[in-house]
């Protein structure tokens, strides 16, 4: 299928499946109708029009027109009939053939511009839609399935219509909307949800929109405010009494979530301080309360009273005891030298 793709190219020379990978984009909810693809009855008032009548022929126009240049390339495509696609189609599903794709893609390409030019109110380019929409084509006959008595031009609108749909979820602001199943089913039904309950006589809360859409109540608040609110660059210049003030910008306004400056600095002393504490007492000490200091209060591995008991020749209960006069020693130091710096009653009941 890539060297089917080449022919879809943009107008900036760029291969439309280049940049989008094969696989099949997550459904976009717009109905319970995207599944329904089963039988010619069920898919043949969609798409059984002729559409290729449906898309206005372009007046002539300059050659710098994309779009009327790409028009007149397919100008002269003919549409194949159903028995030519199925046979077509049966043998691609047999052989994968390059040149066979080929035919089945552009026999539908007009296809894609009229289900493009539904879309052109989202304010997209028509032509980025249509290389979009190129894309989804591509992928639908690849997956197509010619003995499932379903019309290519039918399947291949789901996925036209799924690819056109992502591209103008991913394009609607700079910050990225929809990245969930849930949000992307409100951003496309969220305004006709609402618009719904009012022609049925009801109020659009956000409980009773939640309820008819089966989605969290805590979503559509989201999703609302999302909407209703433009986006906004953080380092823009902030606007104090009607002028801009080009030395402070929107980030310079905001919290920052971690730990200030002025903390960070005061522990960094306050441990300085204590250490510097810690090993004076520690040079006081002599004999056994220097061993029970070094090697069981100031070491990241400290021993058990029972290996220091063994070392010095006494109990554990005795070495023990002896810990214990040590840290009521340690106590006196540290209020003497720091004060109330040292919370020794919290360490006391943390212990």
Excluded: C
């Amino acid at each position: 299928m890539r060297i089917v793709t080449a022919y879809l190219m943009d107008g900036r020379g760029q291969s439309a499946d280049g940049r989008r990978s094969t696989k099949p984009p997550e459904p976009v909810v717009l109905d319970d109708r995207h599944d329904a693809v089963e039988t010619d009855a069920e898919a043949e008032p969609v798409l059984d029009a002729e559409w290729t009548e449906v898309v206005e022929e372009p007046k002539p126009a300059a050659s710098s027109d994309p779009y009327a240049a790409y028009m007149a390339s397919l100008r002269h495509v003919e549409r194949l009939d159903r028995d030519e696609e199925h046979t077509l189609a049966v043998e691609y599903l047999r052989t994968h053939d390059p040149k066979i794709a080929k035919r089945l893609i552009t026999s539908n390409l007009k296809l894609v511009v009229k289900l493009a030019h539904e879309y052109t109110r989202a304010g997209k380019n028509l032509l980025d839609l249509i290389q979009e929409g190129n894309v989804g084509l591509v992928q639908a006959v690849e997956k197509y399935d010619p003995h499932r008595n379903v019309k290519l031009s039918s399947y291949a609108a789901w996925w036209i219509r799924a690819y056109i749909l992502r591209y103008i979820l991913q394009n609607a602001r700079i910050v990225r909307l929809g990245t969930t199943a849930t949000q992307r089913k409100l951003f496309f039904n969220l305004r006709k949800e609402k618009a719904k309950l009012e022609k049925m006589g009801f109020v659009p809360t956000t409980a009773r929109v939640a309820k008819a859409m089966q989605v969290p109540e805590h979503e559509v608040i989201d999703m609302e405010q999302r909407l209703g609110a433009p986006d906004a660059s953080l380092d823009a210049p902030v606007s104090s009494y009607g002028r801009e003030d080009n030395d402070r910008s929107r980030m310079d306004l905001i919290e920052s979530v971690g730990v200030r400056p002025d903390t960070i600095r005061e522990e960094t002393e306050f441990r300085e301080r204590l250490h510097e504490v810690l090993m004076a007492f520690g040079l006081r000490l002599k004999g056994r309360d220097r061993e029970l200091f070094d090697q069981r209060l100031m070491t990241d591995e400290p021993k058990t009273l029972q290996e220091l008991g063994d070392a010095f020749g006494i109990s554990r209960e005795r070495t023990r005891q002896l810990e214990m006069r040590l840290m009521a020693r340690l106590k006196t130091y540290l209020r003497a030298a720091l004060g109330d710096a040292v919370d020794l009653e919290a360490q006391d009941s943390a212990a």
